[in-house]
């Protein structure tokens, strides 16, 4: 079996435990997963099955949307519920919290909207001198990851509601909604921390076309027939189609000429999918104008 499953991951396991669970239940030899999902988090959690492993990249570098809930009161060692509280910023007595004016807050998720550099959380997979900074946050020595460039692209849905916000957040891959909802409460100066999380969309696939991880471990049937096949995938990259001889070219990694292309884009140019004349997807190519029209960087047959 080759191609993507979509499973809606429940609060609970680990990314790995979910990849671990579908393995043995469906009895697939090679399944990845394509971005991690905290063990509190649900939601769209795509697993990579035979060669489309190889493609894992792509997937993993895609946009994702989340349904963020942040609770505001105090801030954790792990930015979200399961950790120790770190500092308490509400009043003790009744929890309150000071909420800004409505355009006062717009104006403050402005600071996170855009391009701008992400401390990931302490308990995180980063390596720090080659050591995961979760390792070192357990054994309470430093832990401070150095910041990435993320990208938010919209933060939306905004709704609050006693000590809960909750919004919609569409970013970059690598985005961290737990620093997100730790540098927030910071900025509000009241603590914050991640309370609930869901993925609604990973690159191009969405809730609805994920399964349930406990449908797939009572019915393995039913999660071959959710399969995404190879063919369908990455549709929204450009497509060439090669002669039976661009296939065999294909296959043995041999860079494409213009008579290898039963047809291509008026403009090539970047990652094309190279498809045979049946549309089976036989590569992910690359224009190499300096080594000939396009070399089939990663072949999946």
Same mark, same amino acid.
């Given at each position: 079996m080759d191609g993507v499953l979509v499973i809606d991951k429940p609060a609970g396991p680990t990314s790995h435990d979910v990849v671990a669970r579908v393995r043995?239940?469906?009895?697939?030899?090679?399944? @990845?997963h394509t971005g991690t999902l905290d063990p509190m988090a649900t939601g769209v959690l795509p697993l990579?099955?035979?060669r489309a492993t190889r493609l894992a990249r792509f997937f993993s570098a895609s946009d994702k949307i989340y349904e963020a809930e942040v609770r505001l009161g105090w801030a954790t060692d792990t930015y979200d519920a399961q950790g120790a509280p770190t500092l308490r910023g509400a009043d003790e007595a009744n929890r309150a919290v000071h909420w800004p004016a409505p355009g006062d807050l717009d104006r !403050? !998720?402005?600071?996170?909207?855009g391009r701008y550099p992400q401390a990931p959380p302490p308990f995180s997979a980063k390596k720090i001198d080659g050591v995961r900074a979760y390792s070192l946050a357990r054994e309470g020595r430093p832990a401070e990851p150095k910041a990435s460039p993320v990208t938010v692209h919209e933060i939306s849905g905004v709704a609050c509601e006693g000590d809960r916000l909750r919004l919609r957040i569409r970013c970059s891959a690598g985005f961290y909604v737990r620093s997100f909802a730790h540098d927030l409460g910071a900025a509000l100066g009241v603590g914050a921390h991640l309370s609930a999380l869901r993925r609604t969309q990973s690159g191009d696939f969405?809730?609805?076309?994920?399964?349930?991880?406990?449908?797939?471990e009572r019915d393995a049937?039913?999660?071959?027939?959710?399969?995404?096949?190879? =063919?369908?995938?990455?549709?929204?990259?450009? #497509?060439?189609?090669? #002669?039976?001889? @661009?296939?065999?070219? #294909?296959r043995h990694g041999n860079d494409?000429?213009? =008579?290898?292309?039963? %047809?291509?884009?008026d403009v090539l140019a970047g990652r094309v999918r190279v498809l045979d004349g049946q549309g089976i997807l036989l590569a992910i @190519? =690359?224009? %190499?104008?300096?080594? @000939?029209?396009?070399?089939?960087?990663?072949?999946?047959?």
């Open positions: 043995r239940a469906a009895r697939w030899a090679k399944v @990845g990579v099955v035979g !403050l !998720l402005d600071r996170f909207r969405e809730a609805a076309d994920a399964i349930p991880l406990d449908v797939v049937h039913a999660a071959c027939q959710r399969l995404v096949p190879l =063919e369908r995938l990455l549709g929204s990259m450009p #497509t060439v189609v090669v #002669t039976e001889e @661009g296939a065999i070219r #294909t494409l000429r213009v =008579e290898d292309l039963v %047809w291509r884009p @190519g =690359e224009a %190499w104008p300096e080594r @000939g029209l396009l070399h089939p960087d990663i072949v999946v047959v």
